[in-house]
């Protein structure tokens, strides 16, 4: 066997005609191309021996191979193989050695799968499966020779280990004890909350509010309950403990963002299947230079470029997700590398994190924008947002990019795990020309993008432009019950109970105690800028840890813009800096902007804890990027 070359155009016809692969449709196919190796084969070279290791499946492209079956020391060709056939599979799917030696008769070319793709390939597309069945059928009707030791090895024996492939697939990790753990703390929390006095200043239903929340963090945390139902449960919390009545504790699903969200996770999930996604990340892939440090960075600048024109990070993040999968495996790179960490979080920064660069990078900006005192938003524009908040989002911007190429770097063996620049271009080339179902996703999304632009002359919410769209897919037929299938609704709950999160914390007048409580603390702070500036940060980090974004920060600006104002401070830099500080994700729980990564990536893209690093960046360069610019701030006549 001589060295591995990347496979190239010509193989696309190749794999279209190969039985094995006749009920896979073309994106399918594309995505399995991105892990086929080409290996060249010299005549009279082996790439199987008789009771190896099976590691690999193969395929042959050009030539002819021998099947050799060694007996007594005698060995004989008990089969030949041209091209299309496929060979190596027994030994993956028994768990025994390989079965027979696989020798080239003439020079050769075969494609290779590593084990795993293969298992996983023929778990996840079941007429893989069939078609494999149907090859192993005809060989044993071929051999029909009783006794032969290749039909006994696949034969039932009890101390033969189970198959893999018929092992079920892996689960994703749930802590059973720890989960157990979980629900044993909320209940502890529920109990003391609702059956203690509430502290001074605080209603009755405040109280209760701020134990159904504490109690739903460690749940969240160790995973004891599907978050859709933990979502429900609290709601019904909410509304049998009198802390807020029904259509309070359900308000955040009578919200346009919720629309926005259903309606962007379908068309999300629609303009996926129909491959557009896929032939985008590809386009990303090939155009952006310095390789996989390239595309960090591409990846995060482009969000931060795409932020203005859609408002909505959770939006933004829900719509490139399922892109991002397929970037990653179009690239080859394993869910769970650090590969598919890095570009994940590199996607996270730049789609979901920097959201206070422009006054539309996010929704929530433009609610703290609204809660400012008046005389600050009147010399407040588009653009002198973008010009006051530009010291720190520069230093957030190039301290975030440089700590995840830091923290991501491929090391030791998976920097071999590299693009092959011939498998993109045969997954081009498998996908061909743009389809009906491709162009008219293009087309709502465009529109999506324009509705969302030009809202501010057309005053139409983004949750309704969204729903249009969605509409329009499904009269074309792109958007289908299948489609409505695959959104995580699970999810969807959840988004729902948390933006009721603030109406019921108002209704039960936690906002003012909170307000209350962290004003006495802070007015103090405020004659020194930096001191304030930092400590007002590591304030939001700790709020955010039991407030969502979105209400944090506009509360904590309410709370405090007054309180910095007497001592000389523009609200201004209190509004951003909440804004920027309030959005961690150090727990997967405080952000809907990461969950809707996690979970839109399919949420076997990444770790949590392969987050926890950039989390930990975010929340240092944070720190970093706000007390830095309190000079620039300073000569701007802000502090
Ligand atoms: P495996 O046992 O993994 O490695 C050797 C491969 O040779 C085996 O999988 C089959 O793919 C192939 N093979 C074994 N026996 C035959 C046969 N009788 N006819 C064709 N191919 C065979």
Redesign the pocket.
């Known amino acids: 066997m001589s060295e591995r070359q990347p496979p190239g155009l010509e193989y696309a016809t190749v794999l279209t005609q190969v039985d094995l692969f006749t009920g896979l449709d073309r994106v399918t196919l594309a995505k399995l191309a991105a892990h086929l190796e080409v290996v060249p084969v010299d005549a009279g070279s082996a790439v ?1 021996h008789q009771g190896g290791p ?1 590691d690999a499946f193969y395929l042959v492209v050009k030539g002819t191979f021998g ?1 050799y ?1 060694a007996a007594d020391g005698d060995e004989s060709c ?2 030949t ?1 041209g091209p299309g056939a ?7 799917l028994s768990g025994r050695p ?3 030696t ?1 020798r080239a008769e003439t020079a050769a070319e075969v494609l290779r799968l590593e084990r795993s793709r293969f298992l996983d390939l023929v778990r996840r597309e079941p007429q893989v499966g069939l078609a494999l069945a149907g090859t192993l059928c005809e ?1 044993l009707r ?2 029909q020779v009783p006794g032969d030791d ?1 039909t006994e090895a696949v034969s039932s024996d009890s101390d033969v280990p189970a198959p893999p492939i018929l092992m079920p697939a892996p689960r994703p990790s749930r802590r059973p004890n720890l989960g157990t753990l979980g629900l044993a703390v909320a209940a502890v929390v529920i109990l003391v909350t609702w059956l203690t006095p509430s502290p001074p200043g605080l209603t009755r239903a405040g109280w209760r509010a701020v134990g159904t929340l504490v109690a739903a963090v460690p749940i969240l945390a160790l995973d004891a309950m599907p978050e859709g139902i933990l979502a429900l449960s609290l709601a019904a919390a909410w509304v049998l403990g009198g802390v807020a009545p029904v259509n309070v504790a359900l308000s955040g699903f009578a919200s346009t963002s919720w629309v926005l969200l259903v309606s962007v996770l379908a068309m999300g999930a629609a303009i996926a299947a129909s491959g557009l996604l896929y032939r985008i990340a590809l386009w990303i892939v090939a155009h952006s230079p310095g390789g996989y440090m390239g595309q960090l960075a591409a990846l995060s600048v482009g969000g931060v470029l795409v932020g203005p024109a859609v408002p909505n990070a959770t939006g933004r993040v829900t719509l490139i997700a399922p892109a991002l999968r397929e970037l990653v495996e179009a690239l080859g790179y394993a869910p769970g590398s650090r590969q598919a960490a890095g570009l994940a979080m590199a996607t996270l920064i730049g789609f979901g994190q920097l959201v206070g660069v422009f006054l539309t990078s996010s929704t929530t900006a433009l609610l703290v924008f609204a809660v400012l005192p008046a005389d600050t938003r009147r010399d407040l524009s588009w653009l002198t947002w973008a010009t006051r908040a530009l010291p720190t989002s520069v230093i957030l911007v190039a301290g975030l990019i440089a700590a995840v190429i830091w923290l991501y770097r491929p090391r030791g063996a998976e920097r071999v795990a590299r693009p092959r620049p011939g498998a993109l271009e045969l997954q081009r080339a498998l996908l061909g020309p743009p389809s009906r179902a491709e162009q008219l996703s293009l087309l709502a999304a465009t529109w999506l993008v324009f509705g969302f632009v030009t809202q501010p002359w057309h005053r139409i919410e983004p949750g309704w432009i969204a729903a249009l769209a969605l509409g329009a897919l499904a009269l074309t037929g792109v958007v289908n019950a299948e489609t409505l299938r695959s959104v995580n609704w699970s999810f969807v709950l959840l988004f729902g109970t948390l933006a009721s999160l603030s109406s019921v914390f108002t209704t039960a007048a936690v906002d003012r105690w909170v307000a209350g409580a962290v004003s006495a603390s802070v007015r103090g702070l405020a004659g020194t800028p930096v001191v304030f500036v930092g400590a007002l940060t590591l304030l939001c980090f700790a709020v955010s840890l039991v407030l969502r974004w979105q209400a944090a920060a506009p509360l904590l600006t309410i709370a405090l813009g007054p309180v910095a104002a007497a001592a000389g401070i523009s609200p201004f830099i209190v509004g951003l800096v909440t804004l920027i500080a309030c959005n961690g994700f150090f727990l997967p729980y405080q952000s809907t902007t990461y969950l809707a990564l996690y979970h839109g990536t399919g949420g076997g893209l990444f770790t949590h804890r392969q987050a926890r690093l950039a989390a930990l960046a975010y929340g240092v360069s944070t720190l970093v990027a706000l007390c830095a610019s309190v000079p620039v701030w300073r000569a701007m006549g802000l502090l």
């Open positions: 199987v099976g099947v079956v008990v089969n193989l496929p060979f190596g599979e027994m030994a993956l390989r079965s027979a696989v060989r071929r051999a290749t």
